[in-house]
T-cell receptor, first 114, second 108 residues
Framework: ETGVTQSPTHLIKTRGQQVTLRCSSQ?????VSWYQQALGQGPQFIFQ???????GRGNFPPRFSGLQFPNYSSELNVNALELDDSALYLC?????????????FGPGTRLTVL | ELKVEQNPLFLSMQEGKNYTIYCNYS?????LYWYRQDPGKSLESLFV?????AVKQEGRLMASLDTKARLSTLHITAAVHDLSATYFC????????FGQGTRLTINP
């Protein structure tokens, strides 16, 4: 059974640029959630995707957007990067949101915005 | 607004001692998660507590849940250096709400 994977591991961008982060869900999982963890803070929920549709969103501006593909992998896109977007971005997959299944986290992508 | 509060936020203790981390949450959620995070790493799931009165133990760590008091505890018994990490509690279903984390340092 393959766990949750994320790419890239690290990324450095400059203010105003755009970035795409990728996540492959654990085998058999159809739901992907994204979290942002700023340094010294707890993770914060960005949004969740289920069956290729957004299924809940946290308090993040529209320049944070996402996609889920038929194979349940997902992308997080951030436009017009700001310095405060520097964080660890965590992807989590789960079986089914209706059954409130446990979320399993990937290794994360460390984004630095200069 | 959903809120999860942990205390203490920082904890420095000696090996061999016992201590408890507290997690208060604001909703009527009946499930609570505990995670461990090492510096620069992702979250490692420790415990999933699914009902009132649930108690789970793994090695020197024991977690409990009191849904009436909206309180979960993570108890560390006879701490060892390898348990040094940041510990998070989180509650929720589709959307996890995390506490601020407790940075635990265990000194030899």
């Amino acid at each position: 059974e393959t766990g949750v994977t994320q790419s890239p591991t690290h990324l450095i961008k400059t203010r105003g640029q755009q970035v795409t982060l990728r996540c492959s869900s654990q085998s058999g999982h159809n739901t992907v959630s994204w979290y942002q963890q700023a340094l010294g803070q707890g993770p914060q929920f960005i949004f969740q995707y289920y069956r290729e549709e957004e299924n809940g969103r946290g308090n993040f501006p529209p320049r944070f957007s996402g996609l889920q593909f038929p194979n349940y992998s997902s992308e997080l896109n951030v436009n017009a990067l700001e310095l405060d977007d520097s964080a660890l971005y965590l992807c989590a997959s789960s079986l089914n949101p209706q059954e409130r299944a446990e979320q399993f986290f990937g290794p994360g992508t460390r984004l630095t915005v200069l | 607004e959903l809120k999860v509060e942990q205390n203490p936020l920082f904890l420095s203790m000696q090996e061999g001692k016992n201590y408890t981390i507290y997690c208060n949450y604001s909703t009527t959620s009946d499930r609570l998660y505990w995670y461990r995070q090492d510096p620069g790493k992702s979250l490692e799931s420790l415990f999933v507590l699914l009902s009132n009165g649930a108690v789970k133990q793994e090695g020197r760590l024991m977690a409990s849940l009191d849904t009436k008091a909206r309180l979960s505890t993570l108890h560390i018994t006879a701490a060892v250096h390898d348990l040094s990490a940041t510990y998070f509690c989180a509650e929720g279903a589709q959307k996890l709400v995390f506490g601020q984390g407790t940075r635990l340092t265990i000194n030899p």
